[in-house]
T-cell receptor, first 110, second 115 residues
Framework: TQLLEQSPQFLSIQEGENLTVYCNSS?????LQWYRQEPGEGPVLLVT?????EVKKLKRLTFQFGDARKDSSLHITAAQPGDTGLYLC??????????FGQGTRLTINP | GAVVSQHPSWVICKSGTSVKIECRSL??????MFWYRQFPKQSLMLMAT?????????EQGVEKDKFLINHASLTLSTLTVTSAHPEDSSFYIC???????????FGPGTRLLVL
């Protein structure tokens, strides 16, 4: 059983479109992180959300943490080819041990 | 953000040999580090938790005698893949946490190819 369910797992859209990636769980997390990973590289932290209902923005990326701290979403506005990559959500329901969602492989076509 | 390095970034070895991968926290101390394995087009799978000055904690299904972990200092953890076989070929990634902001910093990964 996957502790963090990430959807969709694959997404291919045209440049300029908007998209949302979801990260859901039945467990409560003290925080959730979103990472982006390029092929052959380690994940790079995009954001950490800590407070229920929190919204954080990183340029065209908007991250939201659910009120109950069980889910999170990543919304990208006007996607660009440079946004292509593997997006991973991760959380630590058990102290100090991070668990990952399955990842969303995003492709933005020019 | 904090920086975690890994060495080597690539390694190709013959079946039966052992390979050591280093993970270093460059600008902070890490009493705990984590080792992950990632197969192509899949998410990260936690292998073990490396604890400075004590034994590593392995996840279910991970052979401790196969994947030796040593956390000898507050900035260095090593993963040794012993008697490597082709099925051990994978992308290995380490991370170190910053508990203060509940964040993990990842190394750039090590790609292992066992022939």
């Amino acid at each position: 059983t996957q502790l963090l369910e990430q959807s969709p797992q694959f997404l291919s859209i045209q440049e300029g479109e908007n998209l949302t990636v979801y990260c859901n769980s039945s467990s409560v997390f003290s925080s959730l992180q979103w990472y982006r990973q390029e092929p052959g590289e380690g994940p790079v932290l995009l954001v950490t959300v800590v407070t229920g209902g929190e919204v954080k923005k990183l340029k065209r990326l908007t991250f939201q943490f659910g009120d109950a701290r069980k889910d999170s979403s990543l919304h990208i506005t006007a996607a660009q080819p440079g946004d292509t990559g593997l997006y991973l959500c991760a959380g630590a329901p058990i102290a100090q041990k991070l668990v990952f969602g399955q990842g969303t492989r995003l492709t933005i076509n020019p | 953000g904090a920086v975690v390095s890994q060495h080597p970034s690539w390694v190709i070895c013959k079946s039966g040999t052992s390979v050591k991968i280093e993970c270093r926290s460059l600008d902070f101390q890490a009493t705990t580090m984590f080792w992950y394995r990632q197969f192509p087009k899949q998410s990260l799978m936690l292998m073990a938790t490396s604890n400075e000055g004590s034994k590593a904690t392995y996840e279910q299904g991970v052979e401790k005698d196969k994947f030796l972990i040593n956390h000898a200092s507050l900035t260095l953890s090593t993963l040794t893949v012993t008697s490597a076989h082709p099925e051990d070929s994978s992308f290995y990634i380490c991370s170190a946490p910053d508990w203060g902001i509940e964040t993990q910093y990842f190394g750039p990964g090590t790609r292992l190819l066992v022939l």
